[in-house]
Nanobody
């Protein structure tokens, strides 16, 4: 099983990035997928979630209107489009897969740094 995040990097305030998470080794389409983040010295927090069926989405209040989560089951990939980035969005972003009554999976993370 693998979840491999990519797309992180350094971006100026107000800029955009798109993160990708490529999944393999499990039934991706039957899992809810989420993005979490962890800033230095802080706890890991949920950023956005997309359901396995129907693709319903949920967002943390601090990213509503700026971030969009999406998935392509055929490519076994989940995305996080991030617009209007702020310095406080600086964190390691993790991909997370979960399903009721099943093992859940974490990626190793990708670093996003928002700075001028």
């Amino acid at each position: 099983v693998q979840l491999v995040e990519s797309g992180g990097g350094l971006v100026q305030p107000g800029g955009s990035l798109t993160l990708s998470c490529a999944a393999s080794g499990f039934a991706f389409s039957s899992y809810d997928m989420s993005w979490y983040r962890q800033a230095p010295g802080k706890e890991r927090e949920l950023v956005a979630r997309i359901s396995s069926i129907g693709g319903s989405t949920n967002y943390a209040d601090f990213v509503k209107g700026r971030f969009t989560i999406s998935r392509e089951n055929a490519k076994q990939t989940v995305y996080l489009q991030m617009n209007g980035l702020k310095p406080e969005d600086t964190a390691v972003y993790y991909c997370y897969a979960n399903r009721v009554v099943s093992v859940d999976y974490w990626g190793k993370g990708t670093l996003v740094t928002v700075s001028s």
